[in-house]
């Protein structure tokens, strides 16, 4: 049987040339038109973002940062710590419930509920409490006012109204009255000092003790 030739594909009429050139015109036109409108959301959304992460680290370091005292118009602080050493390089540790730096005068720290140990470290340390206070870091002096407990590290055991420690000498001093005890029984003056480490107290005016035998 005789081969028989196909017959020849006919061309493509322009018509379907034309509806092809159409067809991706749309389907550029759609994308166009998509990414016109979603571009600005896209926009949007970044500044959004930067608006909040920046917010976010602002207020993060805001609540890590100390707070500005209304009252001093300086720096807050929650459970400080001074630490230092006195001329005869004993170390000595200034702590308080609160503080507030002074912005007029950065030098000042005013304290509630401070405390203060002196010879941190030694075999007997001398620790001084109070209600209130004034620290000094340029005199290296803290005044307490308040009650004032003073303890000597050897049993003796001190209440006053006011109390001058001078940390560069490691020494307590006040005028306003004082009581104690100690193993040698009772005692009250108008002024002390209590010096070497609380290795000697000396009481002046109006001195009475009760001493035990």
């Given at each position: 049987?005789?081969?028989?030739?196909l017959?020849?594909?006919?061309?493509?009429?322009?018509g379907d040339?034309?509806?092809?050139?159409?067809?991706?015109?749309?389907?550029?036109?759609?994308?166009?038109?998509?990414?016109?409108?979603?571009?600005p959301l896209?926009?949007?959304g970044?500044?959004?973002?930067l608006?909040?992460?920046?917010?976010?680290?602002s207020?993060?370091?805001?609540?890590?940062?100390p707070?500005?005292?209304?009252?001093?118009?300086?720096?807050?602080?929650?459970n400080?710590?001074?630490?230092?050493?006195d001329?005869?390089?004993?170390?000595?540790?200034?702590?308080a419930?609160?503080?507030?730096?002074?912005?007029?005068?950065?030098?000042?720290?005013?304290?509630?509920?401070?405390?203060v140990t002196?010879?941190a470290g030694g075999?007997?340390?001398?620790?001084?409490?109070?209600?209130?206070?004034?620290?000094?870091?340029d005199?290296?002096?803290?005044?307490?006012?308040?009650?004032?407990?003073?303890?000597?590290?050897r049993?003796?055991?001190?209440?006053?109204?006011?109390?001058?420690?001078?940390?560069s000498?490691?020494?307590?001093?006040?005028?306003?009255?004082?009581?104690g005890?100690g193993?040698l029984?009772?005692?009250?003056?108008?002024?002390?000092?209590v010096?070497d480490?609380?290795?000697?107290?000396?009481?002046?005016?109006?001195?009475?003790?009760?001493?035990?035998?």
């Open positions: 049987m005789p081969a028989q030739s017959p020849p594909v006919p061309p493509s009429a322009p040339a034309r509806a092809g050139e159409r067809a991706r015109w749309r389907d550029r036109s759609r994308t166009i038109r998509f990414w016109r409108r979603a571009l896209v926009i949007v970044i500044v959004a973002l608006v909040l992460w920046i917010g976010g680290r207020a993060i370091v805001k609540l890590a940062s707070n500005v005292s209304k009252e001093t118009g300086g720096v807050r602080m929650v400080p710590r001074f630490y230092g050493r001329t005869s390089n004993r170390a000595f540790v200034v702590g419930a609160e503080a507030a730096r002074d912005a007029a005068n950065g030098h000042t720290v005013m304290l509630k509920g401070p405390s002196l010879d075999a007997n340390p001398t620790r001084v409490a109070a209600a209130n206070g004034v620290y000094r870091e005199q290296k002096r803290l005044n307490l006012t308040g009650r004032v407990d003073l303890d000597d590290g049993g003796y055991h001190f209440t006053t109204p006011k109390a001058v420690v001078d940390t000498t490691g020494h307590v001093t006040g005028d306003s009255g004082v009581r005890q193993p029984g009772q005692m009250d003056a108008s002024s002390y000092g010096y480490r609380g290795q000697r107290i000396v009481l002046k005016g109006d001195v009475h003790a009760h001493i035990v035998q």
